[in-house]
Protein backbone atom coordinates (compact mmCIF):
# COMPACT_ATOMS: atom_id res chain seq x y z
CA UNK A 1 0.00 0.00 0.00
CA UNK A 2 1.45 3.54 -1.23
CA UNK A 3 0.77 5.88 1.84
CA UNK A 4 1.91 9.18 1.50
CA UNK A 5 0.46 10.28 4.80
CA UNK A 6 0.02 13.72 3.03
CA UNK A 7 3.24 14.37 1.86
CA UNK A 8 4.00 15.63 -1.45
CA UNK A 9 6.55 14.13 -3.78
CA UNK A 10 9.31 15.84 -4.88
CA UNK A 11 11.22 16.95 -8.26
CA UNK A 12 14.83 16.07 -7.67
CA UNK A 13 17.62 17.10 -9.92
CA UNK A 14 17.32 15.00 -13.34
CA UNK A 15 20.13 12.13 -13.24
CA UNK A 16 18.90 10.44 -16.47
CA UNK A 17 17.36 12.13 -19.59
CA UNK A 18 13.98 9.99 -20.17
CA UNK A 19 11.37 10.42 -22.28
CA UNK A 20 8.66 12.77 -22.06
CA UNK A 21 10.22 14.40 -18.85
CA UNK A 22 7.53 11.75 -16.51
CA UNK A 23 10.47 10.87 -14.20
CA UNK A 24 11.41 12.85 -10.49
CA UNK A 25 14.76 11.67 -10.40
CA UNK A 26 17.59 12.00 -8.27
CA UNK A 27 21.46 12.90 -7.86
CA UNK A 28 23.37 10.08 -8.54
CA UNK A 29 25.84 8.85 -5.90
CA UNK A 30 29.48 9.41 -5.42
CA UNK A 31 31.24 7.30 -7.63
CA UNK A 32 34.16 4.98 -6.13
CA UNK A 33 37.40 3.97 -7.97
CA UNK A 34 37.10 4.73 -12.01
CA UNK A 35 34.67 7.10 -11.18
CA UNK A 36 33.23 9.34 -14.25
CA UNK A 37 34.65 9.87 -17.23
CA UNK A 38 36.53 13.13 -18.30
CA UNK A 39 33.26 13.42 -21.16
CA UNK A 40 30.98 12.92 -17.78
CA UNK A 41 29.47 9.37 -18.94
CA UNK A 42 30.17 6.53 -16.45
CA UNK A 43 31.38 3.60 -17.23
CA UNK A 44 31.30 1.76 -13.80
CA UNK A 45 27.89 3.06 -12.87
CA UNK A 46 24.10 1.70 -12.68
CA UNK A 47 20.52 3.42 -13.33
CA UNK A 48 17.86 2.28 -11.40
CA UNK A 49 14.27 2.84 -10.73
CA UNK A 50 12.66 2.63 -7.41
CA UNK A 51 8.67 3.24 -6.94
CA UNK A 52 9.55 5.70 -3.75
CA UNK A 53 9.09 9.29 -4.60
CA UNK A 54 8.27 10.64 -0.59
CA UNK A 55 11.60 12.85 0.10
CA UNK A 56 12.60 10.97 2.91
CA UNK A 57 12.41 7.76 1.53
CA UNK A 58 14.85 8.85 -1.54
CA UNK A 59 17.20 9.87 0.97
CA UNK A 60 17.38 6.80 3.16
CA UNK A 61 17.72 4.96 -0.13
CA UNK A 62 20.60 7.53 -1.39
CA UNK A 63 22.51 6.43 1.61
CA UNK A 64 22.30 2.68 0.99
CA UNK A 65 23.69 3.30 -2.66
CA UNK A 66 26.50 5.58 -1.37
CA UNK A 67 27.32 2.48 0.87
CA UNK A 68 27.05 0.64 -2.17
CA UNK A 69 29.55 2.83 -3.92
CA UNK A 70 31.73 3.11 -1.43
CA UNK A 71 31.97 -1.43 -1.54
CA UNK A 72 32.09 -2.03 -4.90
CA UNK A 73 33.02 1.09 -6.90
CA UNK A 74 29.97 1.73 -8.63
CA UNK A 75 27.89 4.60 -8.83
CA UNK A 76 24.26 4.85 -9.02
CA UNK A 77 21.82 6.84 -11.25
CA UNK A 78 18.71 6.68 -8.58
CA UNK A 79 15.29 7.60 -10.37
CA UNK A 80 11.81 8.11 -8.80
CA UNK A 81 9.14 7.00 -10.83
CA UNK A 82 5.16 7.70 -9.91
CA UNK A 83 3.43 4.20 -9.39
CA UNK A 84 0.74 5.98 -10.90
CA UNK A 85 2.75 7.01 -14.30
CA UNK A 86 4.91 3.33 -14.21
CA UNK A 87 3.34 2.25 -17.34
CA UNK A 88 3.42 5.25 -19.50
CA UNK A 89 6.92 5.90 -18.31
CA UNK A 90 8.39 2.00 -19.12
CA UNK A 91 6.82 2.33 -22.27
CA UNK A 92 8.24 5.83 -23.81
CA UNK A 93 11.60 4.82 -22.22
CA UNK A 94 11.95 1.62 -24.14
CA UNK A 95 10.81 3.34 -27.45
CA UNK A 96 13.83 6.09 -26.92
CA UNK A 97 16.18 2.77 -25.38
CA UNK A 98 16.34 4.74 -22.18
CA UNK A 99 15.51 1.76 -19.75
CA UNK A 100 17.20 0.91 -16.73
CA UNK A 101 19.64 -1.21 -15.76
CA UNK A 102 17.39 -2.10 -12.73
CA UNK A 103 13.92 -1.76 -11.42
CA UNK A 104 13.24 -1.88 -7.44
CA UNK A 105 9.96 -1.56 -5.01
CA UNK A 106 7.49 -2.32 -8.11
CA UNK A 107 4.21 -4.33 -7.08
CA UNK A 108 3.29 -7.81 -9.04
CA UNK A 109 1.27 -6.23 -11.07
CA UNK A 110 4.00 -3.98 -12.54
CA UNK A 111 6.26 -7.13 -12.65
CA UNK A 112 4.05 -8.73 -15.07
CA UNK A 113 3.63 -5.56 -17.35
CA UNK A 114 7.64 -5.57 -17.30
CA UNK A 115 7.78 -9.16 -18.44
CA UNK A 116 4.75 -9.08 -20.68
CA UNK A 117 6.68 -6.14 -22.83
CA UNK A 118 9.70 -8.29 -22.63
CA UNK A 119 12.04 -6.28 -20.29
CA UNK A 120 12.47 -8.52 -17.84
CA UNK A 121 16.20 -10.09 -17.78
CA UNK A 122 14.48 -13.72 -16.13
CA UNK A 123 18.06 -15.80 -16.29
CA UNK A 124 19.57 -12.65 -14.74
CA UNK A 125 16.83 -12.73 -11.98
CA UNK A 126 17.30 -16.52 -11.43
CA UNK A 127 20.80 -16.28 -10.86
CA UNK A 128 20.63 -13.82 -8.26
CA UNK A 129 18.06 -16.18 -6.44
CA UNK A 130 20.40 -18.97 -7.15
CA UNK A 131 23.38 -17.59 -6.20
CA UNK A 132 21.97 -16.32 -2.45
CA UNK A 133 20.34 -19.54 -1.76
CA UNK A 134 16.18 -20.38 -3.29
CA UNK A 135 15.75 -21.61 0.46
CA UNK A 136 15.98 -18.47 1.92
CA UNK A 137 13.07 -16.72 0.72
CA UNK A 138 9.35 -17.66 1.30
CA UNK A 139 8.10 -20.17 -0.93
CA UNK A 140 5.13 -18.27 -1.76
CA UNK A 141 6.98 -14.63 -2.56
CA UNK A 142 8.67 -16.75 -5.41
CA UNK A 143 5.69 -18.69 -6.74
CA UNK A 144 4.26 -14.74 -7.34
CA UNK A 145 7.19 -13.74 -9.06
CA UNK A 146 7.35 -16.78 -11.25
CA UNK A 147 5.80 -17.47 -14.62
CA UNK A 148 6.49 -21.28 -15.91
CA UNK A 149 9.67 -21.69 -14.18
CA UNK A 150 10.98 -18.24 -15.32
CA UNK A 151 11.90 -15.69 -12.30
CA UNK A 152 10.59 -12.52 -13.50
CA UNK A 153 11.59 -10.26 -10.37
CA UNK A 154 13.64 -10.94 -6.95
CA UNK A 155 11.11 -10.23 -4.63
CA UNK A 156 12.09 -7.90 -1.51
CA UNK A 157 9.61 -7.48 0.92
CA UNK A 158 5.53 -7.51 1.21
CA UNK A 159 3.13 -5.56 3.06
CA UNK A 160 -0.09 -7.45 3.88
CA UNK A 161 -3.75 -6.73 4.59
CA UNK A 162 -4.42 -7.96 8.29
CA UNK A 163 -7.13 -8.29 10.34
CA UNK A 164 -6.26 -6.52 13.67
CA UNK A 165 -8.65 -7.63 16.77
CA UNK A 166 -8.94 -6.57 20.56
CA UNK A 167 -6.71 -9.60 22.09
CA UNK A 168 -7.90 -7.89 25.78
CA UNK A 169 -11.73 -7.95 24.63
CA UNK A 170 -11.35 -11.39 23.27
CA UNK A 171 -9.69 -12.36 26.11
CA UNK A 172 -12.38 -11.35 28.96
CA UNK A 173 -14.93 -12.58 26.57
CA UNK A 174 -13.66 -16.05 26.31
CA UNK A 175 -12.94 -15.67 22.18
CA UNK A 176 -10.84 -17.65 19.84
CA UNK A 177 -8.29 -16.47 17.35
CA UNK A 178 -10.87 -14.60 14.53
CA UNK A 179 -8.84 -16.27 11.68
CA UNK A 180 -12.44 -18.31 10.03
CA UNK A 181 -15.44 -16.99 9.03
CA UNK A 182 -17.28 -19.06 12.04
CA UNK A 183 -14.81 -17.51 14.54
CA UNK A 184 -15.22 -14.06 12.94
CA UNK A 185 -19.15 -13.86 13.26
CA UNK A 186 -19.29 -15.36 16.08
CA UNK A 187 -17.03 -12.66 18.03
CA UNK A 188 -18.44 -9.69 16.28
CA UNK A 189 -21.57 -10.87 17.62
CA UNK A 190 -20.70 -10.76 21.03
CA UNK A 191 -18.50 -7.60 20.79
CA UNK A 192 -21.15 -5.80 18.67
CA UNK A 193 -22.98 -2.61 21.10
CA UNK A 194 -23.94 0.64 20.34
CA UNK A 195 -20.87 1.55 21.43
CA UNK A 196 -18.60 -0.54 20.37
CA UNK A 197 -18.95 -1.75 16.53
CA UNK A 198 -17.74 -5.76 16.05
CA UNK A 199 -16.12 -5.25 13.09
CA UNK A 200 -15.13 -2.26 10.88
CA UNK A 201 -13.95 -2.77 6.93
CA UNK A 202 -14.58 -0.72 3.88
CA UNK A 203 -17.22 -0.66 1.65
CA UNK A 204 -16.97 2.66 -0.10
CA UNK A 205 -17.20 2.59 -3.98
CA UNK A 206 -14.64 3.99 -6.00
CA UNK A 207 -11.44 3.08 -3.59
CA UNK A 208 -8.67 0.47 -4.42
CA UNK A 209 -9.00 0.16 -0.45
CA UNK A 210 -12.29 -1.55 -0.72
CA UNK A 211 -11.33 -3.96 -3.05
CA UNK A 212 -8.59 -5.26 -1.30
CA UNK A 213 -10.58 -5.23 1.98
CA UNK A 214 -12.85 -7.81 0.34
CA UNK A 215 -10.13 -9.53 -1.72
CA UNK A 216 -8.69 -9.88 1.86
CA UNK A 217 -11.91 -11.80 3.31
CA UNK A 218 -12.85 -13.03 0.17
CA UNK A 219 -9.35 -15.46 -0.45
CA UNK A 220 -10.50 -17.54 2.12
CA UNK A 221 -13.52 -18.65 1.03
CA UNK A 222 -12.06 -20.15 -2.30
CA UNK A 223 -12.84 -16.45 -4.24
CA UNK A 224 -11.08 -15.80 -7.60
CA UNK A 225 -11.40 -12.94 -10.28
CA UNK A 226 -9.75 -15.51 -12.62
CA UNK A 227 -9.72 -19.16 -12.84
CA UNK A 228 -6.76 -21.35 -13.80
CA UNK A 229 -8.24 -21.68 -17.37
CA UNK A 230 -8.01 -17.28 -18.10
CA UNK A 231 -11.29 -17.09 -17.72
CA UNK A 232 -12.77 -13.91 -15.51
CA UNK A 233 -14.56 -16.31 -12.71
CA UNK A 234 -15.57 -13.56 -10.17
CA UNK A 235 -19.14 -14.59 -10.52
CA UNK A 236 -18.72 -17.88 -9.14
CA UNK A 237 -20.87 -18.87 -6.11
CA UNK A 238 -17.57 -18.85 -3.50
CA UNK A 239 -17.31 -15.04 -4.17
CA UNK A 240 -21.47 -14.75 -3.96
CA UNK A 241 -20.80 -16.11 -0.57
CA UNK A 242 -17.67 -14.03 -0.01
CA UNK A 243 -19.24 -10.84 -0.49
CA UNK A 244 -23.07 -12.18 1.38
CA UNK A 245 -20.24 -13.23 4.67
CA UNK A 246 -18.85 -9.43 4.17
CA UNK A 247 -22.43 -7.66 3.86
CA UNK A 248 -23.80 -9.56 6.53
CA UNK A 249 -20.77 -8.10 8.42
CA UNK A 250 -20.72 -4.85 7.48
CA UNK A 251 -24.65 -4.71 8.54
CA UNK A 252 -25.02 -6.45 11.23
CA UNK A 253 -21.97 -5.61 13.15
CA UNK A 254 -20.25 -2.31 11.98
CA UNK A 255 -20.66 1.53 12.31
CA UNK A 256 -23.24 2.79 9.56
CA UNK A 257 -22.51 4.86 6.47
CA UNK A 258 -20.04 4.67 4.28
CA UNK A 259 -16.69 3.37 5.63
CA UNK A 260 -12.96 3.77 3.91
CA UNK A 261 -9.20 3.52 5.12
CA UNK A 262 -9.82 6.85 7.12
CA UNK A 263 -12.92 5.81 9.00
CA UNK A 264 -12.14 2.08 9.65
CA UNK A 265 -8.88 2.94 11.17
CA UNK A 266 -10.32 5.66 13.51
CA UNK A 267 -13.11 3.62 14.30
CA UNK A 268 -10.40 1.21 15.54
CA UNK A 269 -8.40 3.92 17.13
CA UNK A 270 -10.56 5.64 19.13
CA UNK A 271 -11.54 2.00 20.77
CA UNK A 272 -15.07 1.93 18.56
CA UNK A 273 -13.96 -1.43 16.93
CA UNK A 274 -13.58 -4.75 18.37
CA UNK A 275 -12.11 -5.88 15.04
CA UNK A 276 -11.02 -3.86 11.43
CA UNK A 277 -9.46 -4.55 8.39
CA UNK A 278 -6.15 -2.52 7.69
CA UNK A 279 -2.89 -3.08 6.21
CA UNK A 280 0.13 -3.88 7.96
CA UNK A 281 1.25 -0.19 7.62
CA UNK A 282 -0.55 0.90 10.58
CA UNK A 283 1.98 -0.40 12.98
CA UNK A 284 3.41 2.34 13.72
CA UNK A 285 0.20 4.62 14.02
CA UNK A 286 -1.15 1.95 16.61
CA UNK A 287 1.67 2.28 18.76
CA UNK A 288 1.24 6.60 18.76
CA UNK A 289 4.45 6.79 17.27
CA UNK A 290 3.50 9.35 14.81
CA UNK A 291 2.33 13.21 16.08
CA UNK A 292 -0.27 13.55 12.84
CA UNK A 293 -2.06 10.06 13.81
CA UNK A 294 -2.35 9.03 17.27
CA UNK A 295 -4.67 6.30 18.63
CA UNK A 296 -7.29 8.11 21.20
CA UNK A 297 -8.97 5.05 23.00
CA UNK A 298 -9.84 5.58 26.74
CA UNK A 299 -6.85 3.99 27.51
CA UNK A 300 -4.80 5.59 25.45
CA UNK A 301 -4.53 8.57 27.10
CA UNK A 302 -2.77 6.88 30.02
CA UNK A 303 -0.36 4.78 27.94
CA UNK A 304 -0.33 5.90 23.95
CA UNK A 305 0.51 2.02 23.26
CA UNK A 306 -2.03 0.62 24.52
CA UNK A 307 -3.95 -0.48 21.52
CA UNK A 308 -0.29 -1.95 20.29
CA UNK A 309 0.14 -4.09 23.59
CA UNK A 310 -3.20 -5.32 23.12
CA UNK A 311 -4.04 -6.25 19.36
CA UNK A 312 -3.92 -9.22 17.92
CA UNK A 313 -3.30 -9.79 14.14
CA UNK A 314 -4.76 -12.27 11.67
CA UNK A 315 -3.14 -12.69 8.35
CA UNK A 316 -4.88 -15.76 6.71
CA UNK A 317 -8.61 -16.07 6.54
CA UNK A 318 -10.78 -19.97 6.02
CA UNK A 319 -14.03 -19.72 5.05
CA UNK A 320 -15.39 -22.57 2.69
CA UNK A 321 -12.18 -22.24 0.75
CA UNK A 322 -9.74 -25.25 0.91
CA UNK A 323 -6.78 -23.11 3.19
CA UNK A 324 -6.23 -20.07 5.12
CA UNK A 325 -5.37 -16.98 2.53
CA UNK A 326 -5.60 -13.63 2.56
CA UNK A 327 -4.58 -10.48 0.54
CA UNK A 328 -1.26 -9.31 0.45
CA UNK A 329 1.33 -7.24 -2.14
CA UNK A 330 5.35 -8.32 -2.63
CA UNK A 331 7.28 -5.65 -4.02
CA UNK A 332 10.69 -6.97 -6.34
CA UNK A 333 13.71 -6.31 -7.88
CA UNK A 334 13.95 -7.03 -11.50
CA UNK A 335 17.16 -6.62 -13.98
CA UNK A 336 16.16 -5.74 -17.27
CA UNK A 337 17.30 -6.96 -20.81
CA UNK A 338 19.01 -3.47 -21.57
CA UNK A 339 21.02 -3.87 -18.50
CA UNK A 340 24.89 -4.52 -18.13
CA UNK A 341 23.69 -7.77 -16.45
CA UNK A 342 26.78 -8.72 -14.11
CA UNK A 343 26.76 -4.91 -12.63
CA UNK A 344 23.06 -5.54 -12.14
CA UNK A 345 22.85 -8.70 -10.75
CA UNK A 346 25.99 -7.35 -8.11
CA UNK A 347 23.65 -4.63 -7.04
CA UNK A 348 20.72 -6.80 -6.42
CA UNK A 349 22.22 -9.27 -4.54
CA UNK A 350 23.70 -6.40 -2.67
CA UNK A 351 20.29 -4.63 -1.95
CA UNK A 352 19.27 -8.17 -0.97
CA UNK A 353 22.71 -8.81 1.73
CA UNK A 354 24.66 -6.16 3.18
CA UNK A 355 21.92 -3.32 1.98
CA UNK A 356 19.19 -5.10 3.13
CA UNK A 357 18.43 -4.61 6.72
CA UNK A 358 18.68 -0.51 5.79
CA UNK A 359 16.48 -1.61 2.77
CA UNK A 360 13.46 -2.81 5.26
CA UNK A 361 14.62 0.04 7.81
CA UNK A 362 13.09 2.92 5.10
CA UNK A 363 9.47 2.26 6.33
CA UNK A 364 9.65 -1.47 8.46
CA UNK A 365 5.69 -1.44 8.79
CA UNK A 366 5.37 -1.53 4.87
CA UNK A 367 8.36 -4.02 4.31
CA UNK A 368 7.91 -7.22 6.04
CA UNK A 369 11.16 -9.46 4.89
CA UNK A 370 10.42 -12.18 2.19
CA UNK A 371 13.90 -13.62 3.03
CA UNK A 372 14.24 -14.29 6.63
CA UNK A 373 17.93 -14.89 6.13
CA UNK A 374 21.42 -16.74 4.47
CA UNK A 375 21.93 -20.15 4.19
CA UNK A 376 24.73 -19.59 7.20
CA UNK A 377 22.38 -17.36 9.40
CA UNK A 378 18.56 -18.25 8.45
CA UNK A 379 16.87 -15.89 11.00
CA UNK A 380 19.17 -12.91 10.29
CA UNK A 381 17.08 -10.69 8.17
CA UNK A 382 14.00 -11.75 10.24
CA UNK A 383 15.87 -10.57 13.72
CA UNK A 384 17.33 -7.70 12.20
CA UNK A 385 13.55 -6.62 10.86
CA UNK A 386 12.36 -7.18 14.67
CA UNK A 387 14.66 -4.71 16.19
CA UNK A 388 13.91 -2.19 13.64
CA UNK A 389 12.71 1.25 14.72
CA UNK A 390 9.09 1.99 13.73
CA UNK A 391 7.68 5.90 14.03
CA UNK A 392 8.82 9.14 13.16
CA UNK A 393 10.74 11.68 16.07
CA UNK A 394 10.13 9.14 18.63
CA UNK A 395 11.09 5.74 17.90
CA UNK A 396 10.87 2.06 19.19
CA UNK A 397 11.91 -1.04 17.90
CA UNK A 398 9.58 -3.27 16.70
CA UNK A 399 10.24 -6.28 19.56
CA UNK A 400 9.54 -3.97 22.33
CA UNK A 401 6.02 -2.64 20.68
CA UNK A 402 4.31 -6.18 19.60
CA UNK A 403 4.52 -9.33 21.55
CA UNK A 404 6.91 -11.90 19.60
CA UNK A 405 3.34 -13.99 18.38
CA UNK A 406 2.25 -11.21 17.06
CA UNK A 407 5.43 -10.31 14.83
CA UNK A 408 5.78 -14.21 13.93
CA UNK A 409 2.07 -14.33 12.32
CA UNK A 410 3.70 -10.98 10.56
CA UNK A 411 6.88 -12.58 9.43
CA UNK A 412 4.58 -16.19 8.37
CA UNK A 413 1.77 -14.12 7.08
CA UNK A 414 3.55 -14.36 3.23
CA UNK A 415 3.46 -17.47 2.97
CA UNK A 416 -0.95 -17.01 2.82
CA UNK A 417 -0.49 -14.36 0.83
CA UNK A 418 -2.77 -14.72 -2.70
CA UNK A 419 -3.10 -11.83 -5.43
CA UNK A 420 -6.07 -12.42 -7.88
CA UNK A 421 -5.15 -12.41 -11.31
CA UNK A 422 -1.63 -12.58 -10.75
CA UNK A 423 -0.39 -16.49 -10.65
CA UNK A 424 -2.54 -16.70 -13.58
CA UNK A 425 -0.58 -14.16 -15.53
CA UNK A 426 -3.05 -11.42 -15.67
CA UNK A 427 -1.05 -8.66 -13.77
CA UNK A 428 -2.68 -6.10 -16.34
CA UNK A 429 -6.32 -6.63 -15.99
CA UNK A 430 -5.38 -6.65 -12.20
CA UNK A 431 -3.89 -3.24 -12.55
CA UNK A 432 -7.29 -2.09 -15.06
CA UNK A 433 -9.84 -3.62 -12.16
CA UNK A 434 -7.87 -1.34 -9.71
CA UNK A 435 -8.21 1.67 -11.95
CA UNK A 436 -11.94 0.68 -12.68
CA UNK A 437 -12.76 -0.78 -9.60
CA UNK A 438 -15.58 -2.39 -10.40
CA UNK A 439 -15.42 -4.71 -7.67
CA UNK A 440 -15.25 -1.91 -5.30
CA UNK A 441 -18.61 -0.82 -6.77
CA UNK A 442 -20.06 -4.60 -6.47
CA UNK A 443 -18.72 -4.51 -2.66
CA UNK A 444 -20.84 -1.28 -1.85
CA UNK A 445 -23.86 -2.14 -3.64
CA UNK A 446 -24.21 -5.14 -1.76
CA UNK A 447 -23.38 -3.57 1.64
CA UNK A 448 -25.90 -1.14 1.64
CA UNK A 449 -28.73 -2.85 0.26
CA UNK A 450 -28.97 -1.72 -3.48
CA UNK A 451 -28.14 -5.18 -4.37
CA UNK A 452 -28.18 -8.50 -3.29
CA UNK A 453 -24.51 -10.09 -3.22
CA UNK A 454 -25.52 -12.38 -6.75
CA UNK A 455 -26.19 -9.64 -8.70
CA UNK A 456 -23.83 -7.33 -7.27
CA UNK A 457 -20.92 -9.87 -8.25
CA UNK A 458 -22.48 -10.71 -11.54
CA UNK A 459 -22.40 -7.27 -12.82
CA UNK A 460 -18.55 -6.59 -11.55
CA UNK A 461 -17.90 -10.11 -13.64
CA UNK A 462 -19.62 -8.45 -16.31
CA UNK A 463 -17.43 -5.66 -16.18
CA UNK A 464 -14.03 -7.17 -15.71
CA UNK A 465 -14.70 -9.57 -18.92
CA UNK A 466 -15.13 -6.13 -20.89
CA UNK A 467 -12.30 -5.14 -19.08
CA UNK A 468 -10.57 -7.95 -20.16
CA UNK A 469 -11.89 -8.19 -23.75
CA UNK A 470 -10.30 -5.03 -24.32
CA UNK A 471 -6.99 -5.59 -23.76
CA UNK A 472 -7.05 -8.65 -26.19
Known amino acids: MNRTRGRNSVTFAAAVSLAAGLLTACTPTAGGPGGPAVDGSDPHGLTVWTADTLPDRVAKIEVIL???????????????????????VLASSAASGDLPDVIGGITLADVRTVEANGFA????????????????????????????????SVPDSTWQELLYYRKDLFAKAGLRT???????????EKLHSPQMAGFAAANKAGQAFTQQSFEHVAHGNGCEMVNAEGSVAFDSPQCVGALGFYRDMLKNYSQPGPQDLDTVRAAYFAGKAAM?????????????????????C???????????????????????????????????????NDSDTDLARQFV???????????????PEERL????????????????????????????????????????????????????????????????????????????????????????????????????????
Not at 276 to 296: K, N
Not at 392 to 397: A, D, I, K, L
Open 66 to 88: DKFAIATGLSVDLVSVPAHRFNQ
Open 121 to 152: NTEANAEVVRKLGEKTWSQRSLELTRDGGQQL
Open 178 to 188: PDTYGAIKAAA
Open 276 to 296: AVWPSSMLDELAGLRSDIRPG
Open 298 to 336: PECKADPAYLAKNTGVVTGILGAGEAHAHFGEVTSWTIT
Open 349 to 363: EYMMTDGYADWLAIA
Open 369 to 472: PVRAGTEANPAEYSDAWKALPLGTGRQQPLHKLYAPGVLDVLLNGVNEVKHWGIVEGHGELTSAALRELPIAKAVSDATIGKVEPAAAVTAAADSLRAIHTSQH
